[in-house]
């Protein structure tokens, strides 16, 4: 859990939050043009998303369901939760790309998966980060295509 969020003399939150958005712009990168275009910032939200494990993004009930598959997935764990960080992200597309501003997108993306299935979330989420180990996501996405 160290390696994931501290590490000394490196940005490691901000690996993750380059992670989340490079599984978002390779799914729907139209989403992430539009919160630049608006000025939101992919941290202003993804780091309540990442440091709180979803927590606040999801009712309770929802939450539990994330962390039973999150702490059963042992060295996953964090890959699955940039992955369902950004399956709710793309979840959340079509309502953030109707946004007109800062304060409006904010709060389409506070109001988090309280909105959306967290069983749909997981789902795609899963899809994006299961598998990917720190250095060899690369070869496995080579050995899947």
């Not at 059963?72 to 964090?78: I, M, V």
């Not at 997108?105 to 069983?119: C, F, I, M, P, T």
């Given at each position: 859990?160290?390696?994931?969020?501290?590490?000394?003399?490196?940005?490691?939150?901000?690996?993750?939050?380059?992670?989340?958005?490079?599984?978002?712009?390779?799914?729907?990168?139209?989403?992430?043009?539009?919160?630049?275009?608006?000025?939101?910032?992919?941290?202003?939200?993804?780091?309540?998303?990442?440091?709180?494990?979803?927590?606040?993004?999801?009712?309770v009930g929802g939450v539990f369901f994330l962390w039973d598959r999150f702490f059963a997935s042992?060295?996953?764990?964090?890959?699955?939760?940039?992955?369902?960080?950004?399956?709710?992200?793309?979840?959340?597309?079509?309502?953030?790309?109707?946004?007109?501003?800062?304060?409006?997108?904010?709060?389409v993306l506070q109001d988090g998966g309280k909105s959306v299935s967290v069983r749909l979330v997981?789902?795609?989420?899963?899809?994006?980060?299961?598998?990917?180990?720190?250095?060899?996501?690369?070869?496995?996405?080579?050995?899947r295509l």
């Amino acid at each position: 859990m160290q390696g994931s969020f501290i590490e000394s003399g490196d940005q490691s939150i901000t690996r993750r939050i380059d992670h989340v958005t490079s599984l978002v712009a390779g799914e729907n990168p139209a989403i992430l043009r539009h919160l630049s275009e608006i000025g939101v910032i992919p941290s202003m939200f993804l780091v309540r998303w990442l440091r709180l494990l979803l927590s606040r993004e999801f009712p309770v009930g929802g939450v539990f369901f994330l962390w039973d598959r999150f702490f059963a997935s042992g060295d996953g764990a964090f890959h699955l939760l940039d992955g369902v960080s950004a399956g709710l992200l793309l979840s959340r597309g079509r309502e953030v790309c109707g946004c007109g501003g800062i304060a409006e997108a904010l709060g389409v993306l506070q109001d988090g998966g309280k909105s959306v299935s967290v069983r749909l979330v997981w789902a795609v989420g899963r899809g994006l980060g299961e598998g990917e180990g720190e250095g060899e996501g690369e070869e496995k996405r080579e050995g899947r295509l």
